[in-house]
């Protein structure tokens, strides 16, 4: 398996679970030329926990 089809069902998860673009971005480490999110991004601090049972109803959905 390649990673980056790791990384794309994870991303695409992450965006219908209703996690922004741009924090998606972030956290896999893709930060672009726009100025907003290079110095002025700051996520809420629901983010973590936001994700977190993203991925836990993905991991439900795989083992299903």
């Known amino acids: 398996m ?5 990384r794309k069902i994870y991303a695409s998860y992450l965006h219908k679970c209703g996690i922004s673009s741009d924090l998606i971005d972030m956290l896999q480490g893709r930060i ?9 991004l700051t996520p809420t601090g629901d983010y973590k926990d936001r994700v977190l049972d993203a991925l836990k109803k993905l991991k439900h959905e795989i083992d299903s």
């Open 32 to 40: 672009g030329k726009n100025i907003f999110l290079k110095h002025y």
């Open 2 to 6: 390649k990673i980056k089809y790791c």
